[in-house]
């Protein structure tokens, strides 16, 4: 059960200094000045230097501090890192005070001297003894290392790494923990004589301090690496777990004399670990930890944690179970437990700004009464009416569905008008690209909606390369959800120009229709050759890429011929020829119009621009996977460099430094490449998506499918909108096919008794795909049909008119197939350049 008990009761506090900070090593409680009254003194030290000793005595709860209070305050002029109380002098068993700055430990002894008025006791600081650092220092730790008796020996790690021991007046030995990059959290436990840290590889490490002593000296060896070259004993861990994220601090707990816990607060979790690196528990935090403190609980057993965080409050935990919440007036960097004019259990928190507080935890009585509820008599009558009238409610739910039927007229609608001319200043990125100025449309998009809606979200999409100035809007409304869809076009002349007819090209189709042909200039006004009027039935195009392509009408019979250097370029003119056809004859009043295509499918040059595609996709990922290397590389150069530049007595570099930097330079190498080839995969993908347009179209027109059956073709061809590395087209569209294969298309019961694979990865080649893209052709030219019914999975009975023969069932016989399909399906030679785009685009507006 949690006990919230509001606002932590202040006991006493202060505010130390103007200006200075503060960090979780800057506080420590302890009977600093060997009073034996049993009673804590608070010391804190501040990265200005400022030193001061506390004894807290409030007259009343919640007073502040008084001058008699502060026993002392020294200026020791260098920055105070960590505070520590301990046995730190040869010869007496008197509680000492450590100091540790950057560049020094200096250990000293504080005593009082009773004066002969209330406010006349004095209290001295005087240096008993100090070592100079060699490297800087980043915090320390203390205990009776080696199980020594009646003395505390203390170990400072230093910024990179050293553990660095000193047996009260003298310096025993230093160490370089093995890897080591950036120091952690060091803690000691006397109970297994180890230290305990968290390295920078996120893991949890235990040095045995025997081990330590018996190592190779830091000070002979440059690296921990050539260890085993020399003489001593390498330095080995005794135990490891990875936690998987920074540490903020580590303590020690004992149970008793045969059991202890190291306690580890992380980023986002604290951890209980046995004495031995076995997880006892752990808890996930809901806020960012900032301090903590363990310590044992009244129930046998338990462990309770005290956890500061960044919203100001403090938590107290029994091990996993969180017992009590209060808030504090500000962030603790440190808390610590004390005793106090024999009122223990005090707490006692600093922040970084210098709040210093002492506090207890408990509630105010609660003052409130509930009113007396005033009893009335129940109407069943009243109540029988009213689980009548929700019983039909619930029964006309059930018969309409959870969602309400949608009515004659929808709830809302969408619609979007297209502005007749071009901005007058284009809203392009790329304003102009080569000689040509890249133009832009406005779009008005209206919604109407007849009830009071919830928050609906407008989505604008086109297909690249068409760009948005936003794509989406939020209204804030309340209401049903539903979700209503709209399409528009946009003008041609948004990504296409007037240009040059050409009499050549190398890619051809040609468009059969059962009407007389109709004058070019009248299906294209705004594409006219005021130089060529005579031209009536040739008109030629140029994108904005540069690619052109070229129409003409036949004067003799129905038929239009499209032609371009590049084949994804045919798509957006046939499809807006047929589209203006449709429209030119609807308002003729001729209904009965048609165009087919009776050419051979060009597979040929579709699967060039898949092996196109599928080439950059495996060239990306071979080069992301070599950049991953080179970059792994880079970073071990750099930590062997850094161990040099950081060591006392620096190695030669042997040639690191030029190692270096010619792996920085294939980094940006690599990385310019992988870039590129996005691009080019991007451009690639482009050309891919217009072309799949085009074969549906031209797939459509051959064997006369129904709009039913196109669009499922698009499903298949079509699934993704962006291309992945990890989820292709070639791959997703694979899979479409075989499911089509396998269902509608399927010619016997044993091919649909063939399992597809559940997982989608990227295939080795192009081959499997190409052959199941040309055995649906195959099996489309002999009477398949699309459809996705229930009755879809029964085997269809193919029959065209004098006779085919069978589609075959193995994969030998699908090689025959497409040896033959060679003579059905042409194959023409063509050249990638710049796609154009479709100028069809879609609106959604979705209210939830």
């Keep these: 059960m949690v006990k919230i008990s509001g606002e932590a009761r202040d006991w006493w506090s202060t505010v130390l200094g103007e200006k200075e900070e503060f960090d979780q090593g800057c506080l420590c409680l302890a009977d600093v000045d060997n009073s034996g009254s049993g009673q804590d ?41 960590q505070v520590e109380v301990g046995k730190f002098v040869s010869g007496t068993e ?9 560049r020094k430990l200096c250990v000293y002894s504080v005593s009082g001297t009773l004066g002969n008025v209330e406010h006349g006791n004095q209290y001295q600081l005087k240096l008993m003894y100090e070592h100079n650092l060699q490297r800087t220092a980043f915090n320390m730790t203390y205990g009776s290392f080696g199980g020594v008796k009646g003395r505390d020996l203390i170990c400072i790690q230093s910024m990179d790494g050293m553990l660095m021991v000193f047996e009260q007046e003298s310096y025993a030995f230093g160490r370089f923990l093995p890897g080591s990059l950036l120091p952690g959290p060091l803690a000691y436990s006397s109970r297994t004589d180890s230290f305990i840290t968290v390295s920078s590889c996120r893991q949890v490490e ?22 085993k070259l020399g003489s001593g004993k390498r330095l080995v861990v005794d135990w490891a ?16 004399q045969s059991a202890s816990s190291v306690f580890v607060l992380g980023e986002r979790n604290f951890f209980c670990l046995k004495d031995n690196g076995q997880i006892r528990f752990m808890k996930k935090l809901d806020c960012s930890p900032s301090c903590f403190l363990p310590y044992c609980s009244v129930s046998e057993g338990t462990i309770n944690t005290l956890i500061g965080n960044h919203k100001n409050m403090l938590h107290v935990y029994q091990d996993v179970t969180l017992k009590w919440a ?20 005090v707490i006692v928190t600093l922040s970084d700004d210098g709040r210093l507080q002492c506090s207890y935890l408990g509630t105010d009585p609660s003052l409130f009464q509930a009113p007396k509820v005033e009893s009335r008599e129940l109407n069943y009558d009243e109540l029988d009416v009213e689980l009548k009238e929700l019983q039909r409610i619930i029964k006309v739910v059930k018969s309409q569905g959870i969602w309400p039927m949608p009515e004659k007229e929808d709830d809302l609608k969408v619609d979007a008008m297209v502005s007749s001319n071009f901005d007058p200043v284009s809203q392009a990125t790329d304003v102009e690209i080569g000689t040509d100025v890249v ?8 919604l109407q909606n007849r009830i009071v809606l919830p928050k609906v979200k407008l989505s604008i999409y086109v297909q690249p390369p068409l760009v948005l100035t936003c794509d989406q809007f939020t209204f804030e409304f309340l209401g049903t959800p539903r979700v209503v869809q709209c399409k528009f076009r946009l003008p041609l002349k948004l990504i296409c120009l007037p240009g040059q007819a050409s009499k050549t090209a190398n890619h051809k189709l040609t468009i059969d229709t059962n009407q007389s042909p109709v004058s070019l200039p009248s299906l294209f006004p705004g594409f006219a050759n005021q130089s060529d009027d005579d031209q009536v039935n040739v008109m030629g195009f140029r994108f904005l890429s540069g690619s052109r392509v070229t129409l003409l009408a036949s004067k003799t019979s129905q038929r239009y011929r499209i032609q371009s250097e590049q084949f994804e370029d045919l798509w957006l003119i046939t499809n807006e020829l047929i589209l203006r056809l449709q429209k030119y004859f609807e308002k003729q009043g001729i209904k009965d119009f048609a165009s087919s295509f009776s050419g051979s499918i060009p597979l040929q040059e579709y699967f060039e621009l898949i092996d196109h595609h599928f080439e950059l996709r495996i060239n990306g990922e071979k080069l992301e996977e070599l950049l991953s290397e080179r970059a792994v590389q880079f970073r071990a150069i750099q930590r062997r460099l850094l161990t040099r530049f950081k060591d006392k007595t620096p190695a030669p570099l042997q040639h690191l430094d030029v190692l270096l930097d010619g792996t920085y330079k294939q980094v940006i190498a690599l990385a310019d490449a992988v870039e590129e080839n996005q691009g080019n995969l991007f451009q690639a993908f482009t050309k891919l998506k217009s072309a799949t347009h085009l074969m549906i179209l031209l ?51 044993k091919e649909q008794a063939l399992n597809l694979s559940s997982q989608l990865n990227i295939p080795k080649d192009t081959s499997r795909l190409k052959k199941h893209i040309t055995l649906l052709c195959d099996r489309l030219a002999k009477g398949g049909r699309l459809c996705l019914s229930n009755d879809a999975a029964a085997p269809q009975t193919m029959v065209m008119p004098g006779g085919c023969t069978p589609i075959p069932e193995s994969d030998l016989e699908e ?6 399909s060679t003579e059905l399906f042409t194959n023409h030679r063509h050249l990638i350049a710049e796609t154009p785009v479709p100028e069809v685009s879609s609106l959604q507006g979705v209210s939830e």
């Design 206 to 227: 235990s040095y045995k301090y025997q081990v330590l002593a018996f190592a190779t000296d830091a000070d002979k060896k440059q690296e921990t690496e050539q260890q």
């Design 815 to 820: 090689r025959s197939v497409e040896q033959d």
């Design 699 to 749: 797939i459509g027109l051959w064997q006369k499918l129904s709009a039913d059956q196109i669009a499922i073709l698009e499903a298949a061809f079509l699934p993704l909108q962006e291309d992945m590395q990890e989820l292709g087209w070639e791959e997703t569209v694979d899979a479409a096919i075989s499911h089509l294969l396998k269902t509608c298309l399927s010619k016997s019961s």
């Design 326 to 345: 209060t808030q504090l007036p500000h962030i603790p960097v440190a808390v610590r437990v004390g005793c106090f004019q024999d009122l223990k259990g």
């Design 94 to 102: 008197m509680l000492h005070l450590a100091v540790l700055h950057s």
């Design 439 to 446: 133009p832009s449309i406005t779009v008005q998009v209206t």
């Design 41 to 81: 003194k608070i010391i804190v030290g501040s990265f200005m230097g400022y030193l001061r000793i506390f004894n807290p005595h409030p007259v009343k709860t919640g007073d502040g501090a008084q001058a008699e209070d502060l026993l002392l305050e020294v200026h020791l002029r260098d920055p105070i890192l």
């Design 241 to 256: 777990l990875n936690i998987g994220e920074q540490a903020l601090d580590i303590c020690i707990v004992s149970f008793n």
